[in-house]
């Protein structure tokens, strides 16, 4: 009897754990159709680990630098990491979470995130956090991340986070429940509509300047873990126009990467350099830069970690140049498409 009894409670834990099982993948956003932003982080784990470039930060790194111009003209082998409002802390996690699998040449890090100071909005932690994969990292990139409302048990349990989803779930949660395709290109998220630049948005006034303490602890740590795992690290700045950069913001930058020994490219005062054209090279009025915008900045990375790194041209070894030939005609097959749907929708393009 004692035998059949424990049978049945070993049954009924199991039934309900499958059925909580199936009921978070159910009920948790799959970001495949909408807000495909969220998607971007846990798509890295599929990758093979042998990248010479490893990109950190916010959308001004994975709207803004195409790792496929940097393999087709130059031979680097690069991935980003990005995820939108990327906090500093939320990098430096990433970056130890990346050294788990692989340590690249170079890390890029993207200074915008230097603006916040604490924990700002619970779906941008989720945007980053859910897509990593469980480690000592994942659990503090949680703990520093979480806003003053948030539980650490609801990422250990998302179910509990998002039981109430019923009321939203869509096809795409049946159709991506255990599977999802691709929605980067090594990081990179693509849009090839234009929508130029009308005006430039003057910075509001603030009452302090001066990045934060947390701010510069993390920056601190991040330049500590590439030293330490002999790894080059670049800091820039993508030539968004808003949000605003502050002299003052760049005077600390430019100080700290003086202090620290440190390359720095802002690429707001290399507009001409690059060639970039605001009304041809962004999508969004100036906060992002669409595919040629994209391309054009790559361009010009791709030739100063060329020639300032030493990066080799990996182009001639036959299996990554094989694994490429396939990324590019993947790339080309989006931009095509995006290239047709917009011309349907009568939306301009470029």
Same mark, same amino acid.
């Given at each position: 009897?004692?035998?059949? =009894?424990?049978?049945?409670?070993?049954?009924?834990?199991?039934?309900?754990?499958?059925?909580?099982?199936?009921?978070? $993948?159910? *009920?948790?956003?799959?970001?495949?159709?909408?807000?495909?932003?969220? !998607?971007?982080?846990?798509?890295?784990?599929?990758?093979?680990?042998? #990248?010479?470039?490893?990109?950190?930060?916010?959308?001004?790194?994975?709207?803004?630098?195409?790792?496929?111009?940097?393999?087709?003209?130059?031979?680097?082998?690069?991935?980003?990491?990005?995820?939108?409002?990327?906090?500093?802390?939320?990098?430096?996690?990433?970056?130890?979470?990346?050294?788990?699998?692989?340590?690249?040449?170079?890390?890029?890090?993207?200074?915008?995130?230097?603006?916040?100071?604490?924990?700002?909005? +619970? %779906?941008?932690?989720?945007?980053?956090?859910?897509?990593? $994969?469980?480690?000592? %990292?994942?659990?503090?990139?949680? &703990?520093?991340?979480?806003?003053?409302?948030?539980?650490?048990?609801?990422?250990?349990?998302?179910?509990?986070?998002? #039981?109430?989803?019923?009321?939203?779930?869509?096809?795409?949660?049946?159709?991506?429940?255990?599977?999802?395709? /691709?929605?980067?290109?090594?990081?990179?998220?693509? $849009?090839?509509?234009? /929508?130029?630049?009308?005006?430039?948005?003057?910075?509001?006034?603030?009452?302090?300047?001066?990045?934060?303490?947390?701010?510069?602890?993390?920056?601190?740590?991040?330049? &500590?873990?590439? =030293?330490?795992?002999?790894?080059?690290?670049?800091?820039?700045?993508?030539?968004?126009?808003?949000?605003?950069?502050?002299?003052?913001?760049?005077?600390?930058?430019?100080?700290?990467?003086?202090?620290?020994?440190?390359?720095?490219?802002?690429?707001? +005062?290399?507009?001409?350099?690059?060639?970039?054209?605001?009304?041809?090279?962004?999508?969004?009025?100036?906060? #992002?830069?669409?595919?040629?915008? %994209?391309?054009?900045?790559? $361009?010009?990375?791709?030739?100063?970690?060329?020639?300032?790194?030493?990066?080799?041209? !990996?182009?001639?070894?036959? %299996?990554?140049?094989? &694994?490429?030939?396939?990324?590019?005609?993947?790339?080309?097959?989006?931009?095509? !498409?995006?290239?047709?749907?917009? /011309?349907?929708?009568? *939306?301009?393009?470029?």
């Amino acid at each position: 009897m004692k035998a059949k =009894r424990w049978i049945r409670i070993m049954t009924t834990a199991a039934v309900v754990c499958v059925s909580l099982f199936l009921l978070q $993948r159910l *009920l948790c956003p799959k970001y495949m159709t909408d807000v495909v932003e969220g !998607r971007l982080i846990a798509e890295y784990y599929d990758e093979e680990k042998n #990248h010479d470039v490893i990109f950190v930060g916010d959308c001004e790194v994975y709207e803004n630098f195409s790792p496929k111009v940097l393999w087709e003209d130059f031979g680097i082998n690069s991935y980003i990491r990005g995820s939108a409002q990327q906090l500093i802390w939320q990098s430096y996690y990433l970056l130890e979470d990346t050294f788990r699998y692989e340590k690249p040449q170079v890390v890029i890090f993207n200074v915008l995130a230097m603006q916040y100071d604490r924990p700002q909005r +619970e %779906a941008y932690n989720r945007m980053t956090l859910d897509g990593m $994969r469980w480690s000592a %990292a994942k659990v503090k990139s949680i &703990q520093v991340s979480m806003t003053d409302k948030e539980q650490f048990l609801d990422y250990v349990f998302p179910i509990l986070r998002y #039981h109430s989803r019923w009321s939203e779930l869509s096809p795409e949660d049946f159709e991506y429940m255990f599977q999802t395709e /691709k929605v980067s290109h090594n990081g990179y998220y693509m $849009r090839v509509d234009v /929508k130029p630049v009308d005006t430039v948005p003057e910075g509001r006034v603030l009452a302090d300047y001066q990045f934060g303490s947390q701010a510069y602890l993390y920056l601190e740590k991040i330049t &500590q873990l590439c =030293r330490e795992n002999d790894v080059e690290l670049i800091l820039v700045k993508a030539p968004s126009l808003y949000p605003y950069w502050y002299d003052e913001w760049e005077e600390q930058i430019e100080a700290y990467a003086e202090e620290n020994e440190l390359q720095y490219i802002n690429f707001l +005062e290399l507009i001409d350099e690059t060639g970039i054209d605001f009304s041809q090279d962004t999508y969004d009025g100036g906060l #992002h830069l669409n595919l040629t915008g %994209a391309e054009k900045i790559t $361009r010009y990375l791709g030739k100063f970690l060329s020639e300032e790194t030493g990066l080799a041209d !990996r182009r001639g070894e036959e %299996a990554l140049a094989a &694994q490429w030939e396939k990324k590019i005609a993947a790339y080309e097959k989006e931009k095509n !498409r995006q290239y047709e749907q917009n /011309k349907k929708a009568g *939306l301009e393009t470029k």
